[in-house]
Each structure stands twice: as structure tokens, then as C-alpha cells.
């Protein structure tokens, strides 16, 4: 049992309703900007750009907002330059966490990130301190009303997934990053609707948070995603999905 899922799926949720939607636009352009500063603006050739082209249409963004995005970060238009950060810290009863961000003021970002972690118990780490527990791989949520557990096993493992998990409300899988856009098709082509598919840092285990810890972690998590420079934010906490959805409503 992850608690990355549980907290993806309510994070997923969330950025789904109309008070969230201003903020995810903000998000998801960032990130369509500095994927295509950093590998150009062909979809074919740049998988991350393909990824955050993705999740904009997914968040129902206009194709002029997409195609500006684009042409800001390739230098065809002029725009802000983002410069992107990873901070590195611990939160309450010392789990890791990994925060992305796309600043255009790192000493003002670095500033209020440290406060964000010591205001709900947490503290900002050197760099280097966190990442090692973490592993790039893509990443998909997969609601268990959307399929069984053998159909969605022999599609995701035929495709090239290397793990299915049970995670309670949903099935949890993971991949290899050159596998990802192949099982992301092969459940299209089976009808299968994922709540989430992103590229993720999955962590090697996780550190199991109750009652006090799991509330002020909730909360921690909850203000770093508020963060307009925020982009990701990555845990190895595991919270029971109840306690985490009674804290989030």
C-alpha cells in the first residue's frame, strides 16, 4: 500500500474542479514552457513536452494557450524564463520529501519553500539528502471500476508495465519510462480511463504516518501544492486513504 497513489488521486480530484482550474492552467503552462525550452517543440521528438501537452488537453486547455506555451519556451515568442529547482527536506515523523519547482526568483522561492517545511513541521535538507530513495518511472492510477484486476494485469504487463499494485479504491502501476507511452496507449485501446498517468518519482519504501503526523503532513503536502512555483511534489509518507481523504475534505 502507497500512500503516493492515495494522495495522487485526491490531488487528481482536486485540480478537477473549477476553483482549482486558474491554478492548473498556471501549472501545466510552466511546465509546457520549460519542456520545450529544454527539448525543443516537436511533440514526436520530446516526450515531456508530450506528457504536459497531455495533461493541458486533459484539464481542458485551449490549443492557443498550448501552441503560445510552446512557442514561448522554444524563444518563437517572448516570455519569462523559469528556472527549475529541486528542494529536498524532511516532514513529520521524518519522511522524505521532493519538491519541483519552475521559479523565476530562486531567492525568493528558496525562502518561502523553508518556511512552508518548518511551519508544518518539516525541514528543508541538502541537496542530495532525499533524492537517492527515489526512482523516475512512469506512473498511472487506474480506478478499479474502470477494470478487473486480471484484464488490467494482462494489458499493462503486455505493454511493458513491471508493476501492478492494489491500492485500495484503485489499481497502481508502474513502468519503466520507456514502457510508459505504451501501456498509456494499450489502455486506450482497451477503453480504460486512468485517473492519473504521469512520469513520477516513486520511492524505494514508504514510512507509515498516523493520527498528528498524518494531519500535519496532509497539510504540509496540501500548502506545497498551493504554491504557484510549485510544479510536483513527491513523498515516500503512506497514510491511510480514509484518514487522508477526511483530513483533505
Known amino acids: ?43 514526436d521528438a520530446n516526450p515531456r513536452l508530450r506528457t504536459a501537452v497531455a495533461a493541458a488537453k486533459a484539464a481542458s486547455m485551449p490549443a492557443d494557450n498550448i501552441k503560445r506555451a510552446i512557442q514561448r519556451g522554444t524563444g518563437e515568442l517572448p516570455g519569462v524564463q523559469y528556472e527549475e529547482v529541486t528542494f529536498e527536506g524532511y516532514g513529520p515523523g521524518g519522511v522524505a520529501i521532493l519538491v519541483e519547482v519552475a521559479t523565476d526568483n530562486r531567492n525568493r522561492t528558496v525562502s518561502e519553500i523553508r518556511h512552508i517545511f518548518s511551519k508544518q513541521g518539516g525541514n528543508l535538507g541538502e541537496a542530495g539528502s532525499v533524492a537517492w530513495m527515489f526512482k523516475k518511472r512512469g506512473y498511472l492510477v487506474v480506478p478499479k471500476e474502470k477494470a478487473d484486476e486480471e484484464t488490467l494485469m494482462s494489458i499493462v504487463l503486455d505493454a511493458g508495465a513491471d508493476d501492478m499494485r492494489d491500492d485500495g479504491s484503485s489499481w497502481e502501476v508502474i513502468t ?17 480511463d486512468a485517473a492519473v498517468a504521469e512520469v513520477s518519482l516513486i520511492p524505494a519504501n514508504y514510512i507509515k504516518l498516523e493520527g498528528k503526523n498524518a494531519q500535519q503532513m496532509v497539510r504540509l503536502m496540501e500548502t506545497f501544492e498551493e ?17 487522508l481523504e477526511a483530513v483533505s475534505e
Open 1 to 43: 500500500m502507497s500512500g503516493h497513489s492515495k494522495w495522487a488521486t485526491i490531488k487528481h480530484k482536486k485540480a478537477a474542479t473549477d476553483a482549482k482550474r486558474g491554478r492548473t492552467f498556471t501549472h501545466v503552462i510552466k511546465e509546457i514552457t520549460v519542456a520545450a525550452r529544454n527539448g525543443g517543440g516537436d511533440l
Open 227 to 243: 504554491h504557484d512555483d510549485v510544479q510536483h511534489v513527491y513523498s515516500n509518507c503512506d497514510i491511510e486513504e480514509k484518514e
Open 176 to 192: 519503466p519510462l520507456e514502457s510508459f507511452e505504451a501501456v498509456q496507449r494499450a489502455l486506450k485501446a482497451s477503453h480504460i
